[in-house]
Antibody
Framework: EVQLVESGGGLVQPGGSLRLSCAAS????????MHWVRQAPGKGLVWVSG????????NYADSVKGRFTISRDNAKNTLFLQINSLRDEDTAVYYC?????????????WGQGTLVTVFS | QSALTQPASVSGSPGQSITISCTGT?????????VSWYQQHPGKAPKLIIS???KRPSGVSNRFSGSKSGDTASLTISGLQADDEADYYC??????????FGGGTKLTVL
């Protein structure tokens, strides 16, 4: 059974940093592209970032470019998102999701999300 | 990158059909046949229901179908059931090598 389990969310002040993790199991992690998608409370889904299977190519939404860094450890079946210079508008549930080996779409499997709350 | 445009809400009675539109531009929906649709129940993770405009993943009911014309994609749900009540999101790949979601549509089954 495919499982994606996010962790690392929490309460953080503006300007602070967090590192989110997504532990994968039940499938061959290294053969899937991986993504982060976020959802602010009561709002819609927003794509944040994606990374190819070997980590060589990383794409970001304009709103997070320069502040967020996506990475992966295929030996540990884990996806990461380093979030720096946090802003109020970064408050959201952050989901990790998979896409096929050679495509940026569709998001086939999703985790249950981890909540990041930025407060001052 | 601006969000794709979806109606905020739609409604229908059990057994009826509804259609949700998703309007983008020539840089996303109109450029690629890479539109997907997701269903999200309250407090749950999204679930893929349509990929590549028209493809239905294994296990998804054939009551769900997708189409596209120009810059607008559509999701049709036929034979509405109570459990179809949820939020629905479209998503498209873009010419900037990013992905963009629609604002979401709340479906109410009357």
């Amino acid at each position: 059974e495919v499982q994606l389990v996010e962790s690392g969310g929490g309460l953080v002040q503006p300007g602070g940093s967090l590192r989110l993790s997504c532990a994968a199991s039940g499938f061959t992690f290294s053969t899937y592209r991986m993504h982060w998608v976020r959802q602010a409370p009561g709002k819609g889904l927003v794509w944040v970032s994606g990374i190819v299977t070997n980590g060589d190519i990383k794409n970001y939404a304009d709103s997070v470019k320069g502040r967020f860094t996506i990475s992966r450890d295929n030996a540990k079946n884990t996806l990461f998102l380093q979030i720096n210079s946090l802003r109020d508008e970064d408050t959201a549930v952050y989901y990790c999701a998979t896409t096929p080996t050679n495509s940026w779409t569709p998001f086939q499997y999703w985790g249950q999300g981890t909540l990041v709350t930025v407060f001052s | 990158q601006s969000a794709l445009t979806q109606p905020a809400s739609v409604s229908g009675s059990p057994g009826q059909s509804i259609t949700i539109s998703c309007t983008g531009t020539t840089r996303d929906v109109g450029h690629y046949d890479l539109v997907s649709w997701y269903q999200q129940h309250p407090g749950k993770a999204p679930k893929l229901i349509i990929s590549d405009v028209t493809k239905r993943p294994s296990g998804v009911s054939n009551r769900f179908s997708g189409s596209k014309s120009g810059d607008t994609a559509s999701l049709t749900i036929s034979g509405l059931q109570a459990d179809d009540e949820a939020d629905y999101y479209c998503c498209s790949y873009t010419t900037s090598a990013t992905l963009v979601f629609g604002g979401g549509t709340k479906l109410t089954v009357l």
